[in-house]
């Protein structure tokens, strides 16, 4: 705990006397593809290529490429495993996992922004016996956003989505909703609410019927550059989760390659 404060503070700091930034605050440079777990409207830009590395409990890593291929819309892949960071064998993932994205309505001042798309990489650790991730991947969704000015900016998020992992027999669409709050030039408070619809089956599910509760702060730290501290599952619903909250870091890098 003593080293994540220290990264967060040192990240703080820096932040403070650099212009250029990524994806967070009121001077973000770049659209946001997701919340914490749920997507967004958000799309990466024609010609920009984005790298995103999550770090998350028990060794959790995961890593994801995605391309601006065409205006409004991009594609990525992705892929990682679980005690990648720690000791003993590394459990990789069975599969990659692939995603693509097209906004089919930009925001307006009446309308907000609507995307669709396809996610198959889901968070956590991997169960072979369930085929399923431990936070289930998107799968199939559509996502709307739309942006307020309210002290900077306030931007509310809303998405369903239909995922494949249903080996577990949870085969309900389900939903989620978000916000993000700007403070200042840099930086952003943001939360979801994963209803886990697809995951309260009494005798299968993971979790307990309360859903996933997410919060973070996002920094834009250097050109391109943006640093993440989450903290996940606030309500405790993960049944063999023996806290109240897990700690996970995201860092990501958008760049022009042409």
Not at 191 to 204: G, H, K, P, Q, V
Request: net charge neutral; glycine share 12%; proline share 2%.
């Amino acid at each position: 705990m003593k080293k994540i404060c220290f990264v967060f503070l040192f990240t703080l700091l820096f932040s403070s006397i650099i212009l250029s930034q990524g994806t967070a605050g009121v001077g973000a440079k770049f659209e946001y593809r997701s919340l914490i777990d749920m997507p967004t409207a958000g799309i990466l830009e024609k010609g920009f290529v984005g790298v995103t590395t999550d770090v998350m409990p028990n060794g959790v890593l995961i890593e994801k490429l995605e391309v601006g291929v065409f205006d409004n819309v991009s594609f990525g892949i992705s892929y990682g495993g679980s005690n990648i960071i720690g000791q003993g064998k590394v459990n990789w993932y069975a599969y990659p996992g692939v995603n693509i994205r097209g906004r089919i309505l930009n925001e307006t001042n009446t309308f907000p922004a609507i995307s669709i798309g396809f996610d198959s990489q889901g968070k956590g650790t991997y169960s072979e016996v369930s085929s399923r991730y431990e936070i289930k991947s998107p799968g199939f969704y559509a996502a709307v956003s739309k942006n307020f000015s309210f002290i900077g900016f306030l931007s509310l998020h809303g998405a369903i989505n239909y995922s494949l992992e249903t080996k577990d027999g949870d085969n309900f669409p389900n939903v989620s909703v978000g916000f993000e709050k700007t403070i200042g030039n840099k930086l952003s408070l943001i939360a979801e609410y994963n209803f886990a619809l697809n995951d309260n089956a009494i005798t299968s599910a993971f979790g307990n019927g309360n859903g996933y509760l997410n919060m973070g702060v996002k920094f834009g730290i250097a050109q391109g550059f943006t640093f993440e501290f989450d903290l996940r599952d606030l309500l405790n619903n993960k049944k063999f989760n023996a806290s109240t909250a897990d700690r996970a870091i995201r860092l990501e890098y958008i760049k022009n390659i042409f």
